[in-house]
């Protein structure tokens, strides 16, 4: 019985948010709709279980990270979903691997770090436990990939994955699996926002 309880608060709440105007996206209807699905499947979905404020604070990350790269939101959620189990506090000493896309820093510091840019030359690894910060590297990340698959989206995520030959097709077809499971909540759990039509 807990889970529909819980269910019904968090609509319950974020209505409430957006009828206040409370979130950036409250003037407008898709953005919020987009928000109380996403927000819900991360709430039930994250591993382990991540309190409310921190699931709507990886929901607007991951809606930022789609405005920004173009890609769909359901992919972005699944990537999130396959790196790190929605945890932004995941990390992996070993491979150097942080936050809730399990940046690699190695990489990124290779790559990105001496680009000219906002502040890029003194994030530090431990800043990528942050999720805005470890949105942002993400997707630079992403982008880097996008641009070297010359826009084909499964090579990106093989390359995103780090992996190689059957280690990568598994990787590739558990986010894209991550990404029908979405999907299909999405499409159980759709909201509006209250108002007037813009």
């Known amino acids: 019985m807990r889970g529909p309880v819980v269910s019904l608060g968090l609509v319950f709440f ?3 948010l957006c009828v206040s105007g409370t979130l950036p996206w409250a003037r407008g209807s898709k953005p919020c ?14 591993r382990p279980h ?5 699931a709507l604070k ?8 789609s405005s920004r790269t173009g890609l769909p939101l359901y992919l972005l959620v699944a990537l999130a979903q396959e790196e790190s ?6 990390l992996n000493p070993g491979s ?4 809730l896309f399990q940046v690699h820093y190695p990489f990124w510091e290779k790559y990105f770090r001496k680009k000219d840019g906002r ?4 994030i530090r690894r431990e800043d990528l436990m942050e999720i805005s910060v470890n949105t942002r590297m993400a997707m630079d990340i992403v982008s880097y990939d996008l641009k070297l698959s010359r826009g084909d989206v499964v090579e990106m995520l093989g390359r995103y994955s780090g ?9 590739v077809q558990q986010v894209l699996r991550y990404s029908l499971e979405f999907k299909h909540f999405e499409s159980q759990n759709e909201g509006h926002c209250p108002g007037p039509k813009p």
């Not at 109380?36 to 039930?44: A, K």
């Open 50 to 54: 991540q309190p409310f404020p921190v």
């Open 119 to 122: 502040n890029l030359r003194r």
């Open 96 to 99: 150097e691997d942080y936050g």
């Open 14 to 16: 974020v209505t409430i």
């Open 163 to 171: 992996r190689t030959g059957e280690a990568q097709r598994r990787y």
């Open 58 to 65: 990886i929901g607007r990350s991951l809606l930022w990270a």
């Open 33 to 46: 709709s987009s928000l109380l699905p996403l927000v819900g499947y991360i709430v039930q979905a994250s």
């Open 85 to 90: 189990s929605f945890n932004p506090s995941a």
